[in-house]
């Protein structure tokens, strides 16, 4: 199923990259909806880009890492380190795959998890 900039629920939250990546995800069966941990819109979908860093390593099983893969893409967690704010996606560094864009605003912070 491709990527599509919304959520079942129909609500916009303050960081909807959680949100719309983790439907994405839900949509295509990648992972069940109320992960653990995470705070849920009332259709099941995360809503916070640092939680979804539990959701890719324990409900997902991936491996967190500093340098992306050689290839292809991955699950991303970038942050800006002048204000800490968290944004997710799916892809490369430069390149948003699934989501609601790259870490071009800014981010100097990238966890990558395959």
């Known amino acids: 199923m491709s990527y599509t900039g919304g959520c079942v629920c129909g609500k ?3 960081n909807n990259c959680a949100h719309y990546l983790s439907n994405w995800m839900i ?8 992960p ?4 849920c819109c009332s259709s099941g979908r995360p809503i916070r880009a640092k939680e979804m860093r539990g959701v890719f390593s324990n409900t997902m099983g991936l ?3 500093f340098n992306p893969p ?3 893409n991955c699950y991303i967690y970038c942050e800006r380190n002048s204000d800490h704010q968290g944004h997710v996606y799916y892809g490369t ?4 795959a699934a989501g609601t864009g ?6 100097d912070y ?3 998890y395959f």
Do not use: L, M, R, V
């Open 12 to 14: 916009a939250f303050d």
């Open 27 to 34: 949509n295509n069966g990648t992972i069940s909806e109320n």
């Open 36 to 39: 653990q941990g995470c705070y």
């Open 63 to 65: 491996k967190k890492h």
């Open 70 to 72: 050689k290839s292809g």
């Open 93 to 96: 560094k430069n390149s948003c």
């Open 102 to 107: 790259d870490g071009s605003f800014g981010a």
């Open 110 to 112: 990238y966890e990558y």
